[in-house]
């Protein structure tokens, strides 16, 4: 069986959800996780920012958009040494302004994924996948890019059934 690992940046607190600012106990983008682990096994990897980014939703996205325009890669509280143990990949993160937060990009620049295979999770409020599976390909040196899935954040705790089926498709 594959080894797979599970990378996740999520966010706890304020956020967007069908148009409405609401507060979340736990991200959406962990929810998912946690359901991929569930289904096939692995291992968690949260990405954690030294600097947290602001609790108000809006100043946080904002934080974010100027990482974005400035290709930031800000302080990770956690790298491991190395993914070697891995076959399977699965980044997932919430879609903001078209892709991962910068967060992620810090942690994947570390690796070189020759020979891994690597899935994009997206949880969004409208936009998809957006651009995870090129910044994989950007991102992921020498990895072999599979099926993405997007999930609707507001739908996320309810998605277990789509996860999984997801999940066992293609990490097993």
């Not at 736990?26 to 929810?31: A, F, P, V």
């Not at 956690?78 to 903001?96: H, K, L």
Request: hydrophobic share 35%.
């Amino acid at each position: 069986m594959a080894e797979n690992l599970i990378i996740y940046y999520s966010r706890a607190g304020e956020n967007y959800v069908n148009g409405n600012i609401v507060n979340l106990k736990k991200g959406n983008t962990e929810i998912a996780a946690e359901y991929i682990q569930k289904a096939v096994g692995g291992d968690l990897l949260k990405v954690e920012t030294v600097k947290e980014y602001d609790a108000d939703y809006y100043r946080c996205i904002e934080e974010a958009k100027k990482e974005l325009a400035e290709n930031a890669r800000p302080e990770i509280k956690f790298c491991p040494e190395s993914i070697d143990g891995y076959d399977n990949i699965v980044v997932a993160g919430p879609c903001w302004w078209g892709t991962y937060p910068c967060a992620v990009f810090t942690l994947l620049e570390k690796f070189d994924f020759t020979g891994k295979k690597v899935f994009p999770v997206m949880t969004h409020e409208g936009s998809g996948l957006g651009g995870a599976v090129n910044s994989l390909r950007k991102y992921c040196r020498g990895a072999e890019v599979g099926e993405g899935l997007a999930v609707h954040g507001a739908e996320t705790a309810k998605s277990e059934k789509t996860i999984t089926a997801w999940a066992k498709r293609n990490l097993l």
